[in-house]
């Protein structure tokens, strides 16, 4: 059986995109009238960002603190607020994943009953959501294009998505302006997941022919924007935007593999953010990813980044065990990466080993 394919449908791209947000959303939304409510990283509170966004009267805007992970508890709560009034025309997530991934969690929940912890899986989503726009001022997650909304939920321990082509957004605004005043660090971070995206779906037992394409071509502009001098400069911002959107279309068609898996570990247990995590897991893959890890060692001495060391050197039993079970639970995409037998590989003593050189 061949899986079907789903990617955004609509996309701006370009310096000074953000500006026709209101043109765009008129054109494309098809419920004419109601309300939007915007979900914005809590970084662009009182910015000029906000100030300049066509925000009317009816609409809502609600902030979303990016610190930490999002949680199905928060996006819960977010829910329940807009369940209690009439449904919104339209939600528009600005932000890095966190915001963007948020809007598409309570698109997914206004039409579809029950708590965002029924649908962390696969196709779990009946109904298509409220109708979404995404505009992404951090590169390199792909949240803006890929078919999942990650959270992190603390009862199980677990940290998955709703992975179903009704969590893709209707319309992308990519504006490589708005990626100007990121934090270097984590600009690189960040930047850095659509290369680990790319490196561990084009290292998959599972692959797919259109999302080996979209890999090739992402990994192409991520080396160009993080093996040059400046990884900021107005070019790059633009490369790493399109590099990021590539990789989010090349993760929906196909799977993560060791890294993702460790990287959620950090996350669950040590709440360390996504993209940071990343990277400190890659930084110790030589055995699996021996020419990736080189090569990102070489990005990050060129960038002049440090990585945070011995985040997991001395830390309890009960969290080695939680670190261990929080990735071993990611079968789908550590098959991937090394096969049904997966588990003869990466024992709990391998997986801590591994955790304790980070
Ligand atoms: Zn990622």
Redesign the pocket.
């Known amino acids: 059986m061949y899986k079907n394919s789903k990617n955004v449908g609509h996309y701006l791209f370009g310096n000074g995109a953000i500006n026709q947000l209101e043109q765009t959303l008129n054109e494309t939304c098809p419920m004419k009238e109601g309300h939007v409510v915007y979900f914005i990283d809590h970084y662009f509170q009182d910015s000029e960002l906000v100030k300049n966004l066509p925000i009317t009267d009816f609409d809502k805007v609600l902030y979303v603190d990016s610190r930490s992970e999002i949680t199905t508890d928060l996006i819960d709560t977010f829910t329940a607020e807009l369940r209690s009034e009439p449904l919104p025309k339209a939600l528009i997530g600005i932000g890095g994943g966190s915001a963007l991934d948020t809007a598409k969690a309570v698109s997914n929940l206004l039409t579809n009953e029950g708590k965002a912890a029924d649908y962390q899986g696969w196709d779990l989503v009946r109904n298509p959501g409220v109708y979404k726009i995404g505009i992404p001022t951090l590169s390199g997650?792909?949240a803006e294009a890929s078919r999942t909304c990650v959270m992190m939920n603390f009862e199980k321990n677990l940290k998955l998505g709703m992975n179903s082509h009704h969590t893709i957004y209707d319309q992308l605004i990519m504006d490589p302006s708005l990626t100007k005043t990121v934090p270097r660090d984590q600009y690189f971070y960040t930047g850095m997941?659509t290369y680990?995206?790319c490196i561990e779906s084009l290292a998959g037992n599972y692959r797919h022919s259109v999302g080996d394409a979209f890999s090739r071509e992402s990994l192409a502009l991520a080396r160009e924007v993080f093996l040059s001098d400046e990884m900021m400069s107005e070019e790059n911002r633009s490369k790493i935007m399109i590099a990021s959107y590539l990789g989010g279309c090349a993760?929906a068609n196909s799977f993560?593999g060791l890294i993702?898996p460790f990287?959620a570990g950090l996350s669950v247990v040590l709440d360390i953010h996504?993209?940071e995590a990343?990277c400190m897991v890659m930084d110790v893959m030589e055995e699996f990813y021996p020419t990736e890890v080189a090569e990102f060692k070489q990005m990050l001495n060129k960038q002049e980044v440090e990585l945070t060391k011995n985040v997991c050197s001395s830390l309890t039993d009960e969290q080695y065990t939680r670190l261990y079970e929080s990735t071993i639970i990611h079968e789908i995409p550590l098959k991937n990466a090394l096969g049904e037998n997966f588990k003869d590989i990466l024992t709990k003593e391998k997986i801590i080993e591994i955790f304790k050189r980070m």
Request: charge should be negative; hydrophobic fraction near 25%.
């Open positions: 997650t792909g997941d680990i995206h993760i993560v993702h990287s996504h993209c990343n």
